[in-house]
Nanobody
């Protein structure tokens, strides 16, 4: 079992910020694109952001300008900086290696006043 370890979720007010982290085994991390997905109650899981080995990034339209994905290739860690959070961002967020379908356990992000 490939272990992806997520952290950083929590409860935040609208307009607030959170940073999610995901530690990935190095042999997997350094050779693959990484992604962040989320799943809200009753909704399909959706891709939020991805980052290639070289640092190329892509985002779903709803988070552009608010979220930033990054990776530290010396620490084998991928991050999702989430700013100006909205209630509709509430979901379980998952770290993923899309090529192989490896998933983390998920971390809850709740945006509410």
């Amino acid at each position: 079992q490939v272990q992806l370890q997520e952290s950083g979720g929590g409860l935040v007010q609208p307009g607030g910020s959170l940073r999610l982290s995901c530690a990935v085994p190095g042999n997997i991390f350094r050779r693959n694109t990484m992604g962040w997905y989320r799943q809200a109650p009753g909704k399909q899981r959706e891709l939020v952001a991805s980052i290639s080995i070289s640092g190329y990034t892509d985002y779903t339209d709803s988070v552009k300008g608010r979220f930033t994905i990054s990776r530290d290739n010396t620490k084998n860690t991928v991050y999702l900086q989430m700013n100006n959070l909205k209630p509709e961002d509430t979901a379980v967020y998952y770290c993923c290696v899309p090529t192989y379908g490896y998933w983390g356990q998920g971390t809850q992000v709740t945006v509410s006043s």
